[in-house]
């Protein structure tokens, strides 16, 4: 879907990004780590060629978007930033239609849509001709997600979309990000420095320092096959919780999914957000569904910490 | 109270005046306004895109804004002319500043992610502007409109100086004749236009930007309404156009003699006599009202018409002195009085064309002269106390100033400070009163009309000769002010209406009663 070629940019004599090559697969989300000035901003700009890059390329769909038009190219990429960067004139109704009205959508599909919108994030209608000051950051970031979303744009970018937020309103927004259809269908790369986010949201990891890749992959190669000592050091502070993040229960019978009380979890959930299930609902054992949404079977505490001790083993055997 | 009812009715007689005044000062100060954002605006955001160049283009309007208005107005003649055009250039120069830095300020103020995010969305570099920052800088911009509107409608009084009407017309008319109800007239009104202008656009400024958006698109319409307003009055003509400095507009004999004595209707715009002899000259005007001895007089070729009914009373020059700075100087009258019967009106009118056509400096002139005479003496360098001399703002009063200043020097142990450029009779005569100077030349007939306003009767008992006016302002401004007035100099400064030579021989006008016979004619 995305496919980056030596991609480099140079500020003057020092390389913010130093020839870098990946690939984004459809439907995935790549998140780009590491710390301030490793270049993970500059790489995910010059995908929307907010900045330019000093050489390299860029394909999206096959196409070199540096033979594209910006402005054309950029209406059909959603962008999400840090400090959401909602037009303060606008109202929330305003912000998100802005880039229906550059592409000229009639007034009633756009009304359709943004209502669509803001009751898939739980928006309120009522917000629709209120100002961006008069939100809270939680409902900013979201009203940003939506200005983002509204042109069903195929690829997403979001630079530190959670950034501002606090941990409590971060949570829920994670859950409610994971959750969300619209996102499914979309190829999205996200930069963060915020190792659990990146976890927790991240199909795969690109893990960056000083312009350059440092090790590519899914969450559990970075953590039981890290390339070198920087991706270890990088991971150890807070080893432990990611590891329950990146490990996943037994896997349900095809099609299946898991149930507790009623709710219906995904398959492709982590040990730690089961754990958690079972900790917020007192309850003894989690249900394992299969296709059918027939029982197939149960896990309880034990099960869950006897498969974290299970993969461990593997791993150390490998 | 007294006063305020006496400004009140001064205000009621003259509200015709009053009104054409304020409207052209508004239009005035809208039709500079509306150009200078047409300017200022496109600039600001210039430089807000290209950097690089704000310095530049902020130090030049930074500049420009430094330049004393008067300056600015005197440098606009030679390529302008007078009248509204100069004054619109001047003034929108004096207003490019605060709206060019405020455009700039506002637009690079803008929250760089709000930038990104547009950017990001797909907008066009023109649709950022327009829909982004513009918007956004929209209360810094209006704030810098604010304080060159406030600007404006001060500086515009200024431009009466140079016949382009306004306020400033009785506020230096005012002055001129030591009339402190025309001066209020005009000064009031200024200054409550600035404050309704500042308070109006301060409302402005505080919508919220739903209302700016109709407001930012209602302004243009509202600055064209208003300057248009300027159009209006001046939308009048006649045959020939007199200029008149806003002295000679209000004096009795002056412009209001010209009317009540000869009855002459003419087109008359307000003038400073700064620049009115070359507007003769270069055919602006038709007729002018100049000082008899004036060295412009020679150097433009102009003619002086004959006062065949003798509304102006004879102007000669003493020099008028403070009782006590007599005192205190005991040598001080027996040396001024060395230039007594020495000048006479040819000799000054060629003076004043050395200074005011040959631009040689007045000390120069005054040096000449003085060892012409055998009167020039070296400086003795004493410093027995400093005598203050002053003089009014135009070249003949400064050549006589530095002529008493050298023979003061060279005669007698005084030092010598000289305050040169008073700006008119009111504000010389009231630095005299409140001893900020010892002396100046002074005119019989302004101290008669100007100073002493006494009733119309005694005032054509004493203006029958040069002698009866004389005396009556020596002993009434001896018992009234304690001022002295030495012996007159010799010259006769009278006012005097001129035309160009070729121009009255042409029409066949030798007298104020020969043009008004020709303006009737129709």
Not at chain 1, 110 to 129: C, N, P
Not at chain 2, 128 to 151: D, Y
Not at chain 2, 369 to 395: A, E
Request: net charge neutral.
């Amino acid at each position: 879907m995305i496919k980056v070629e030596h991609l480099g940019k140079h500020f003057g004599k020092v390389k913010a990004v130093d020839d870098i090559s990946f690939e984004v697969n459809e439907h995935e989300t790549l998140v780009l780590l590491g710390t301030s000035g490793c270049g993970k901003t500059t790489t995910l700009k010059m995908l929307n060629r907010l900045i330019e890059p000093t050489h390299g390329s860029i394909f999206i769909n096959n196409k070199n978007i540096l033979d594209q038009q910006a402005e054309v190219l950029r209406r059909g990429i959603g962008y999400v930033l840090q400090n959401n960067g909602l037009f303060p004139h606008y109202t929330v109704g305003e912000n998100i239609a802005i880039v229906p009205q550059l592409l000229k959508w009639d007034k009633d599909k756009i009304r359709h849509r943004v209502s669509e919108l803001l009751e898939k994030l739980h928006l309120s209608e009522d917000y629709l001709d209120v100002y961006p000051n008069e939100l809270s950051g939680g409902q900013q970031q979201r009203v940003g997600l939506a200005r983002a979303l509204v042109a069903d744009p195929p690829v997403l970018l979001m630079d530190e979309p959670f950034g501002a937020l606090d941990n409590v309103t971060k949570a829920k927004i994670h859950a409610e990000f994971k959750a969300l259809d619209e996102l499914k269908r979309k190829t999205i790369i996200m930069v963060t420095h915020d190792v659990q986010e990146a976890f927790e949201l991240g199909d795969r990891i690109c893990l960056m320092d000083k312009g350059k890749i440092v090790q590519i992959g899914t969450p559990t190669d970075l953590l039981f096959k890290p390339n070198n000592q920087f991706v270890e050091d990088f991971l150890k502070e807070q080893r432990l919780q990611l590891e329950f993040k990146a490990i996943k229960p037994p896997s349900p019978p095809e099609g299946g999914t898991f149930e507790l009380h009623g709710v219906i979890l995904p398959a492709a959930i982590g040990l730690w957000e089961l754990l958690e299930q079972l900790k917020f609902t007192k309850s003894e054992s989690i249900a394992i569904l299969d296709n059918q949404h027939k029982q197939v079977g149960q896990l309880n505490f034990q099960d869950l910490m006897s498969a974290f001790y299970k993969y461990k083993q593997q791993q150390s055997h490998e | 109270m007294n006063e305020q009812q006496t400004l009140w009715s001064f205000m009621r007689e003259q509200s015709d005046k009053l009104a054409t005044q304020t409207l052209e000062h508004i239009g005035l100060t809208f039709i500079s306004l509306f150009f200078a954002v047409l300017i200022g605006l496109p600039l600001g955001i210039l430089i807000a895109r290209k950097q690089k160049l704000s310095g530049t283009v902020l130090g030049i309007a930074g500049v420009l804004q430094t330049i004393p208005s008067i300056a600015l107005l005197g440098f606009m003649i030679p390529l302008l002319g007078i009248g509204p055009k100069p004054a619109i250039v001047a003034l929108l120069l004096y207003a490019l500043l605060p709206i060019i830095r405020n455009t700039y300020t506002g637009i690079t103020g803008v929250d760089a992610a709000v930038k990104e995010a547009a950017t990001a969305m797909g907008m066009s570099r023109s649709q950022i502007l327009f829909k982004v920052e513009l918007p956004l800088a929209m209360p810094v911009i209006l704030a810098g409109i604010r304080t060159a509107t406030v600007i404006t409608v001060g500086v515009a009084t200024l431009a009466s100086y140079i016949a382009a009407g306004g306020l400033g017309e009785f506020i230096f008319g005012g002055i001129s004749l030591n009339n402190t109800n025309m001066i209020l007239a005009g000064a009031i009104p200024a200054a409550l236009l600035a404050i309704i202008f500042d308070f109006l656009l301060s409302r402005v400024q505080k919508l919220n930007f739903k209302k700016i958006n109709t407001a930012t698109k209602l302004s243009p319409a509202i600055l064209v309404v208003l300057a248009c307003v300027y159009f209006i009055p001046s939308a009048y003509g006649s045959k020939l156009t007199a200029g008149f400095t806003p002295e000679f507009m209000g004096r009795q004999d002056g412009n209001l003699g010209l009317q009540s004595k000869y009855h002459l209707k003419i087109h008359t715009i307000v003038i400073s006599d700064a620049v009115m002899y070359k507007a003769a000259y270069e055919k602006q005007l038709d007729v002018i009202s100049g000082y008899s001895t004036d060295g412009r007089l020679k150097a433009y070729d102009l003619v002086v018409l004959k006062d065949d009914k003798g509304i102006f009373p004879p102007y000669y020059a003493a020099p008028i002195v403070r009782d006590e700075a007599l005192k205190q100087f005991p040598d001080l009258e027996k040396t001024l009085n060395l230039l007594s019967g020495k000048i006479n009106d040819t000799v000054m009118t060629e003076l004043n064309y050395r200074t005011d056509y040959l631009h040689q400096s007045p000390e120069r002139v005054a040096k000449d002269f003085l060892q012409s005479k055998n009167l020039w003496r070296p400086d003795r360098g004493g410093n027995d106390g400093v005598v203050r001399i002053g003089s009014k703002i135009f070249g003949e009063q400064y050549i006589l100033a530095n002529m008493y200043s050298m023979l003061i020097k060279g005669y007698t142990d005084y030092g010598v400070s000289t305050k040169t450029g008073l700006g008119g009779t009111k504000i010389c005569f009231d630095a005299l009163t409140n001893n900020q100077i010892d002396f100046y030349p002074e005119y019989t007939g302004t101290g008669l009309l100007v100073i002493l306003q006494p009733s119309q009767k005694v005032i054509n008992l004493v203006t029958g000769s040069k002698e009866s006016t004389y005396n009556y302002d020596k002993d009434m401004f001896e018992s009234r002010y304690h001022i002295k007035w030495l012996q007159p100099i010799g010259f006769n400064n009278a006012y005097a209406l001129m035309m160009r030579q070729k121009q009255a021989k042409d029409l066949n006008v030798k007298s104020i009663t020969d043009l008004k016979n020709y303006l009737d004619k129709k």
